[in-house]
C-alpha cells in the first residue's frame, strides 16, 4: 500500500527554521518526482517544490532561496528544508508524489495526511 | 504564472442533480490540467489529469473536458458523497497552480 507519512511541523518564530520529512512507503520514491505543497487557512492549495527523479529541483518564487527539497534514496525520504521563516509560511504542509507516464506525468495521485506550520512570535 | 480561474465559487446541488464546474488557464496548458476532490481535514483525491483522463479507482459519474483554455468537470449525477470541494490544476509549467476551488454544497 501506497503511504506517504510528513513528519517536522510545529509552532517556530519568524526568521526560524524547521526540516520536513516525507517518508514513503509501498514504492521507490526515488523513480517518481516528489512534490511538497501547502494550503493555508481559507487559502487555495500552492505548489511549493519539486524534485524529480532525475535530481532537477524547482521552487516557487515565494520560497526560492529559504527552501530546500532534497531526497535520501536509502531512506525513501523526501525533505524540505525551510528556513528564514515568515508568518506567510504558515500552512499544512503535504509531501505528494508525481507518476512518470508514458504520455506525461500524473499529477499528485496519492498524498500525505499534511503537517501543520505555524510561524509566529 | 499560469493563473487558473474556476467557477462558481459555490454551487448548490441535490442529490441526483448534473453538476458542471468550469476552469479556465490564462495560457495555453495543452490539456495538463487536473482535477481534485477535497473534503475537510483530508487530502486532496485525484479524480482526472490530462484533462479527460480518469483517474484509476473513480467514480464514471465524473468525466472531464477541454476546449482550449476552457476546462470543464462534470458530476453526471451527484450523490451524497460528492459534496466536497473541488479543485482544478495545472501541470504544463512550473509554478504548477491551482483553481481557487468550487465548494459543491447541499441545496
Known amino acids: 500500500e501506497v503511504q506517504l507519512v510528513e513528519s517536522g511541523g510545529g509552532l517556530i518564530q519568524p526568521g526560524g527554521s524547521l526540516r520536513l520529512s516525507c517518508a514513503a512507503s509501498g514504492f521507490l520514491a526515488r523513480g517518481y518526482h516528489m512534490t511538497w505543497l501547502r494550503q493555508a487557512p481559507g487559502k487555495r492549495l500552492e505548489w511549493v517544490s519539486a524534485t524529480h527523479s532525475g535530481g532537477t529541483t524547482y521552487y516557487a518564487e515565494s520560497v526560492k532561496g529559504r527552501f530546500t527539497i532534497s531526497r535520501d534514496n536509502s531512506k525513501n525520504t523526501v525533505y524540505l528544508q525551510m528556513n528564514s521563516l515568515r508568518a506567510e509560511d504558515t500552512a499544512i504542509y503535504s509531501c505528494?508524489?508525481?507518476?512518470?507516464?508514458?504520455?506525461?506525468?500524473?499529477?499528485?495521485?496519492?498524498w500525505g495526511q499534511g503537517v501543520l506550520v505555524t510561524v509566529s512570535s | 504564472d499560469i493563473q487558473m480561474t474556476q467557477s462558481p465559487s459555490t454551487l448548490s446541488a441535490s442529490v441526483g442533480d448534473r453538476v458542471t464546474i468550469t476552469c479556465r488557464a490564462s495560457q495555453s496548458i495543452n490539456r495538463w490540467l487536473a482535477w481534485y476532490q477535497q473534503k475537510p481535514g483530508k487530502a486532496p483525491k485525484l479524480l482526472i489529469h490530462k484533462a479527460s483522463s480518469l483517474q484509476s479507482g473513480v467514480s464514471r459519474s465524473f468525466s472531464g473536458s477541454a476546449s482550449g483554455t476552457e476546462f470543464t468537470l462534470t458530476i453526471t449525477s451527484l450523490q451524497p458523497d460528492d459534496f466536497a470541494t473541488y479543485y482544478c490544476q495545472q501541470y504544463d509549467t512550473y509554478p504548477w497552480t491551482f483553481g481557487q476551488g468550487t465548494k459543491v454544497e447541499i441545496k
Open positions: 505528494a508524489r508525481v507518476v512518470p507516464d508514458d504520455s506525461g506525468w500524473i499529477p499528485f495521485d496519492y
